[in-house]
């Protein structure tokens, strides 16, 4: 069966950096984009990155953009997310996704479009 585990998380003040992971396993990893996602106290679930098949293209939200930066380890069925220069207003769970379309980045960030999810690693950001 597919599973997706992330890891990373935790307490960090303002300014900090975490790296969170994304360890897949049950599917082909290289044929799924992938996706990073986060849910904030009071909010619903938003997009944050996603990567293509290959790597080749990625996509963030605007609030998220020059800090943070996915990648991906198809040899380790492994999504990175690379979180710097935090502030408060990131802390939420953070949740990684697979998708199996083949329809390139713009699709990839809508969770609709996401067949597979992990259980969410909490990230807080103290000020």
């Known amino acids: 069966q597919v599973q997706l585990v992330e890891s990373g998380g935790g307490l960090v003040q303002a300014g900090g950096s975490l790296r969170l992971s994304c360890a897949a396993s049950?599917?082909?990893?290289?044929?799924?984009?992938m996706g990073w996602f986060r849910r904030s106290p009071g909010k619903e679930r938003e997009f944050v990155a996603a990567?293509?098949?290959?790597?080749?293209?990625?996509s963030y939200t605007d609030s998220v953009k020059g800090r943070f930066t996915i990648s991906r380890d198809n040899a380790k069925n492994t999504v990175y997310l690379e979180a710097n220069n935090l502030k408060p207003e990131d802390t939420a769970v953070y949740y990684c996704?697979?998708?199996?379309?083949?329809?390139?980045?713009?699709?990839?960030?809508?969770?609709?479009?996401?067949?597979?999810w992990g259980q969410g690693t909490q990230v807080t950001v103290s000020s």
């Open positions: 990567i293509t098949r290959t790597g080749t293209e990625t």
């Open positions: 996704a697979a998708s199996f379309s083949r329809l390139g980045i713009v699709v990839l960030r809508n969770q609709q479009n996401y067949a597979y």
């Open positions: 049950g599917l082909t990893f290289s044929t799924y984009g």
